[in-house]
């Protein structure tokens, strides 16, 4: 029997409990997830996490200053290149395996830590007795809750021509390629020695050791190799470089310079340009400077192909060479190969959305700023394209290996009769005083675009090219025989069809076709109303437009009657 | 109970929920074609709208709204911030930063196949015209159900007016009905407002995703969200990052409210039926017992 | 004190100028007029008519705190949904005595019957206060078009038809205090027909209220919102209405006690607990059925957030804490906790209410967009109870509601 002196409370306490949980409900802040914060320059600092063995963690991530450790280690005497293994483990070979922790522990979570923990507190705690400054031995020293949101993120150290030659020029290495260089032998019984080297086979090091991509028969089985030894690219790069520069610096005379061991030293974040890394001379492979290609069977002519200026427009061979450093042709043949995926050689050279193909390549070129103006409204030719220009083909199948000669386009020859300097919109003047924009100026600016280019000039043969831009569906020959310009009225109806959904109406052609190409060129000028026209001082109602008015025969189908009155 | 009583029984509770499913209303089907007409509507295509806000303009030019300023200056100052429709403006536009860059999107009432508002509303002052407009009437109570049922909370109040009404667009009903499109689809420039046949809409939109497969987010807004709508929606990136929810469902939203009214008839004629019942058994024990104790009292009266 | 228990039916009306006299005369109070009560709810009557008038002509954004977001606020939530479950017990006492024939609980039930049809006249009839547009209220029983897919509709017309009804169960006593015999014996025949009309509409609107929220999901919380609110409001009007009338027959059996007769205050703590019983059946069900219907939607993970708290405050709190204090008062006759109990299932039926309406409705917006009510909404709810009390009181005062009916009323029902 609950007295009646503990119910009058107890109530009231629930009472005061609902009224609190009320108030809660009325001020529940807008929950904003943690920001990341991202170290894009770390300076030797390393993130430990290992997520994919914790998962959500209990403690924050531990940051780790690398130089700073290294430095310590220095600092009591060792040479630099002496520290690594003071954490670092070995290999038989003697050669550094940049693991962490030195003792190999199985995957799982209790392990792992306590390996960390072993290593680095009882190091710390050695230090320490010795009467040195030393890290942190109690938990939240290491895992500092401001590191919490922090994301290292290192910038991929770019291994470029620039470097390469620097390594080739290397006298020390005396041009010895197999330093770096080796495939791998599956078939040689004796594990150690399947890495081999084969003069002139010498490729990117991605092919092997880029796990996360897909590839062909050939390359499938070593990757799986490389992936279950877990010699992903940055492991395998780390590996090879760091312990050859290591190599080096041991046996360095005082004054004389090794390869970097610091992290920041290679993962600069700086990268060099396509056109600084143009003039620095691409590794040797005997690539040929011209070649035809031409497929046996084919029903084209063969295309002549120079390689050595198309070698200059990108970073690494692998722009073209996914796979392997061989002619496309090898693997992709007429028909569809195991080797090539499937992809059948035409569409290895034509596929618009490819960025290994000839036509992919010089599509992702067409959607750069300066081309993207006209481009991107033009569709591009493919092996699926109806009834191409015979034109259009024959510029690439010759049949010869040489390249055909490219004139730049000029102003000269157009009568200025014919091509105004100046035109006039005025079809549709409403709220807006009459458009002028500056035609000339316009060819002129774009026929500069174009020879400065040497894909555009070599593709833009005729002036008629630059005029379809624009003129998108006028056939320029018969347009100059006119005595009245190629005016986009004469195919943009005034009208609004609500049948004819896709054909686009004036007024929306004029702004989509102007304001479209200001804004794939990215350019200034001209994306703001009254830059164009300006606004009437007495302006017409938006909706008076007369002639949008939907015609009878279609509003009856909407059950429409006409209204007497 | 004997034989009779029990067949009785059975058979005029069958009777009642004979005559509760004959009352049951069926739900209509969102059908697009009424006796040879369609339901008009309008696709806007966000990645063409370039934030120009004559939409707007025209939209109070024509419904004799307070128009807005749409001069460069005071759109800078307008995009700043997302704005909702309102009592006074049947339609806005607002800016989304996403990955793909920006873009604008109008917002304005859906015309959904099955409006949620239409089918709350008592008086049916939300009407939902043969020719897809969904338009309010001046018979509105304003009880303001409209408000709560939909899922886009188009429906817009004038709490500060001594005599109110409900505000929200109305696909130019007016001036359809005389021969004209929608204000804001002829004040477009980039034509990103078109208007047509719901049927011709989603022609068109399909077509220009298949032409450009890379350009459109594969799915126009409107298609089947809450059951279709006829105010349709194409957009670069997914639908979230411009502000349209994608977690409302197929499901058109007066089926919410079936649950309830199929009911309704089954209650009204099993109830009273099951409660005569009930009486009828309690009366009867009743009087059973009211027997008994009777006869005992005269049994006690004899000994 | 001594003109309260006068005779009723002395009278005999037998046409209107007499009835016109005669209701003159009864309006006369009965009383003293300076009673704290009337000296606090008299000012607040007199200036909230001032400003409902000002309400109905202002407008709506004059006189409340609305706004797009949140179209329904204190009068809608409070005064019509709130106000309608707490006249649950209308149905719920004439169905236990008139159905179940649990004659235990027909003292109380005239009291109930005019305490429900009161709540609907005011409560339900506030809804004039609080539709925009007033003077079309009354389309949806004669208008140009009938919104028959319309939750709304079937509740309007519920309230209307059922109001008729509660009229109808209450005018016996209207008869007897006029003393019109013949009516009073053809509206007694009529007494089961209404309470089993009542019950079915009761159903109808009661569930209805649940339904009017059905088409505002992912804009109500989804721990409140399920396909089956209708059900969850049909079930909690029913211990709401009886809670009511524990709460409220507390009051006014105190009030007018010496109305009620000496067999009748000897059995009332037994109705007190036989209802708390009735309460506490109904409430476990209620609160299995939340847990339920929560666990069926998938929402479990919610209750660990905010709203999670607070929905657990609202359905443990005050449903199932308060059954279980009902459970320990029947158990121990205690009518201390029973009362509390009932005060605090109240609360809880107000805080559940006001949870559909504005508080889990758009619980996610920033709190400077969130809805309270304004000072004139609440006026304006006070002035409206008031009046209602107001006019309960007068018509306890001189009907056979807590009194004994006349002999010859008596006699009828006898049979």
């Known amino acids: 029997m609950i007295k009646k002196s503990i119910i009058l409370p107890a109530v009231i306490c629930l009472l005061i409990l609902v009224i609190i949980a009320m108030n809660t409900v009325y001020s529940v802040p807008t929950y904003a997830p943690p920001k990341e914060v991202i170290w894009t320059k770390p300076e030797s600092k390393i993130g430990i996490a290992h997520t994919e063995i914790f998962g959500m963690l209990e403690r924050p991530q531990v940051i780790f200053d690398h130089k700073k450790h290294a430095e310590a280690l220095v600092k009591e005497g060792k040479k630099e290149w002496e520290t690594c293994n003071a954490c670092h483990p070995v290999d038989e070979g003697n050669a550094l395996i940049f693991d962490f922790p030195k003792k190999v522990v199985k995957k799982e979570k209790d392990s792992v830590m306590n390996a960390y923990h072993d290593q680095c507190i009882s190091c710390h705690k050695e230090k320490v007795q010795e009467g040195k400054k030393s890290g942190p031995v109690i938990c939240a020293d290491c895992h500092k809750e401001d590191h919490k949101n922090v994301k290292v993120k290192y910038p991929v150290a770019e291994f470029d021509f620039a470097h390469h030659d620097k390594h080739v020029k290397n006298k020390k290495l005396k041009e010895d390629c197999s330093l770096c260089h080796h495939t791998y032998d599956a078939e040689e019984p004796d594990e150690t020695l399947r890495l081999v080297y084969e003069q002139g086979t010498e490729e990117s090091c991605y092919y092997c050791h880029d796990t996360e991509k897909k590839r062909g028969p050939e390359l499938a089985p070593i990757v799986r190799v490389t992936a279950k030894k877990g010699l992903t690219i940055r492991k395998a790069s780390h590996l090879q470089c760091l312990n050859c520069h290591v190599e080096f610096a041991k046996k360095a005379k005082k004054d004389e310079k090794a390869g970097p061991v610091e992290c920041s030293k290679c993962h600069t974040g700086e990268y060099k340009t396509i056109s600084e890394l143009a003039k620095v001379p691409q590794p040797d492979r005997n690539q040929p400077e011209k070649t035809l290609i031409d497929i046996e069977n084919a029903r084209m002519k063969g295309v002549g192909f120079n390689h050595s200026s198309h070698e200059k427009y990108n970073r690494t061979c692998r722009g073209c060479h996914h796979e392997t450093l061989k002619a496309c042709k090898e693997c992709h043949g007429i028909t569809g190969t195991p080797e090539g995926n499937m992809v059948n050689v035409a569409d290895a050279y034509h596929n618009v959305v490819s960025e290994h193909s000839c036509s992919g390549c010089h599509g992702i070129k067409k959607s750069e700023k300066e081309c993207a103006g006209c481009h991107h409204n033009i569709a591009p030719v493919d092996i699926e394209t109806m009834n191409p220009k015979k034109e259009t083909c024959a510029r690439c199948h010759t049949g010869k290996k040489e390249r055909i000669p490219i004139l730049p386009l000029s102003v000269a020859g157009l009568d200025p009769e014919k091509v105004k300097k100046e035109v006039t919109v005025k079809i549709l003047e409403n709220e807006f005083e009459p458009s002028k924009f500056p035609h000339l100026d316009i060819i002129k600016k774009l026929v500069k675009i174009s020879n400065d280019s040497k894909l555009a000039t070599y593709f833009h043969t005729k002036m008629q090219t630059i005029c379809d831009g624009c003129h998108h569906r006028s056939k320029a020959e018969a347009e100059a025989k006119k005595d009245t310009p190629p005016f986009c009225r004469n195919c943009h109806p005034v009208a609004y069809d609500p049948e004819k959904l896709n054909k686009t109406k004036l007024l929306s052609a004029y702004h989509r076709q102007c304001l479209g190409c200001h804004e794939m060129m990215d350019l200034e000028k001209g994306r703001k109303c009254s830059e164009c026209h300006k606004e009437k001082k007495e302006p017409k109602s938006i909706t008076s437009i007369k002639n949008f008015e939907l015609p009878t025969r279609l509003l009856e189908k909407f059950g429409w009657t006409p209204v007497t009155n | ?303 | 004190m001594s003109s309260v228990n006068e005779e009723i039916g002395n009278v005999e009306i037998k046409n209107f100028r007499e009835f016109w006299s005669f209701f003159r005369s009864e309006l006369k109070p009965k009383g003293p007029i300076f009673k704290p009560f009337n000296i606090i709810s008299a000012p607040v009557i007199v200036i909230g008519i001032g400003l409902i008038i000002y309400r109905l002509i202002a407008g709506l954004g004059a006189t409340t705190n609305l706004s797009q977001e949140f179209p329904w606020g204190m009068w809608i939530g409070f005064d019509v949904i709130v106000g309608v479950a707490f006249a649950g017990g209308g149905y719920t006492l004439a169905f236990i005595v008139y159905i179940l024939g649990m004659d235990k609980f027909r003292p109380i039930l005239r009291a109930t019957v005019l305490n429900a049809f009161l709540a609907y006249v005011f409560y339900a009839g506030a809804i004039i206060l609080d539709i925009g547009r007033w003077w079309n209220g009354a389309n949806a029983f004669f208008g140009i078009r009938y919104g028959v897919s319309s939750v709304m509709f079937i509740v309007a017309w519920h309230f209307l038809l059922y109001m008729l009804t509660l009229g109808l169960e209450f005018s016996p006593a209207f008869a007897e205090w006029l003393g019109m015999k013949r009516l009073r014996k053809i509206l007694g025949a009529a007494t089961v027909g209404a309470v089993i009309f009542g019950v079915m509409l009761s159903i109808h609107h009661q569930s209805g209220l649940g339904a009017l929220f059905a088409m505002t999901k992912g804009k109500l919380h989804p721990l409140w919102y399920t396909e089956f609110i209708p059900v969850l409001f049909f079930i909690s009007s029913m211990f709401a209405g009886l809670c009511l009338i524990i709460f409220e027959g507390t009051i006014s059996h105190k009030v007018f006690e010496f109305q009620i007769e000496e067999e009748h205050h000897k059995a009332y703590p037994d109705i007190v607990v036989g209802l708390a019983r009735i309460s506490a059946g109904i409430m476990f069900a209620y609160f299995f059925l939340n847990i339920f219907m929560v666990h069926h939607d998938g929402e479990l993970v919610l209750l660990g957030t905010p709203m999670g708290y607070w929905y657990l405050t609202e359905v443990i709190g005050l449903v199932l804490i308060p059954g279980l204090m009902f459970i320990h008062g029947v158990q121990h006759k205690n009518l201390f906790i029973i009362r509390v109990a009932a005060v605090l299932a109240l609360i809880g039926i107000v805080v559940n209410r006001l949870n559909c309406v504005f508080i889990a409705y758009k619980w996610n917006l920033p709190l400077a967009e969130r809805y309270y009510p304004y000072w004139i909404e609440v006026w304006i709810t006070l002035t409206i109870i008031f009046i209602e009390i107001w006019v309960f009181r007068w018509i306890i005062n001189r009907m056979a509601v807590m009194r004994k009916p006349p002999e010859w009323a008596a006699a009828l029902e006898r049979h």
Request: charged share 25%.
């Open chain 2, 1 to 303: 109970m004997d034989r009779r009583t029990f067949l009785k029984t059975i058979g005029v509770g069958l009777a009642g929920a004979a005559g509760g499913t004959l009352l049951t209303p069926h739900p209509s089907k969102a059908q697009v074609v009424f006796d040879g007409m369609e339901f008009s509507g309008i696709l806007v295509d966000t990645t063409r709208c370039i934030g120009c806000r004559r939409c707007e303009k025209a939209c109070a030019e024509v419904n004799n709204l307070p128009v807005p300023n749409i001069s460069e200056t005071a759109n800078e100052a307008v995009f700043k911030k997302m704005r909702k429709t309102t009592d006074i403006q049947y339609t806005v536009t607002n800016l989304y930063e996403t990955e793909k860059g920006n873009f604008f999107v109008p917002w304005r009432c859906m015309h959904c196949n099955q409006p949620g508002c239409r089918s709350a509303c008592l008086v049916y002052a939300m009407q939902k015209r043969t020719t897809g407009h969904v338009t309010w009437d001046t018979n509105c109570m304003g009880c303001r159900l409209c408000m709560l049922s939909c899922p886009f909370d188009i429906p817009k109040f004038e709490y500060q007016e001594a005599i109110p009404r409900i505000q929200k667009c109305n696909l130019c009903f007016g001036r359809f009905n005389k021969g004209k499109v929608p204000g804001c689809v002829e004040a477009c420039p980039t034509e990103a407002l078109m208007f047509g046949t719901r049927r011709k809409l989603l022609e068109e939109g399909k077509r220009r995703i298949a032409q450009n497969p890379g350009k459109y987010v594969h799915h126009i807004y409107g298609e089947y969200e809450v059951g279709g709508t006829s105010h349709l929606y194409l957009s670069a990136v997914p639908f979230q990052q411009i502000g349209l929810r994608t977690d409302l469902g197929a499901v058109a939203y007066p089926v919410y409210s079936l649950v309830y009214l199929t009911a309704i008839p089954f209650i009204a004629t099993l109830t009273p039926l099951f409660m005569l019942g009930i009486a009828r058994a309690v009366r009867m024990r009743k009087e059973r017992e009211e027997k008994e104790e009777k006869g005992k009292e005269e049994k006690e009266k004899h000994k």
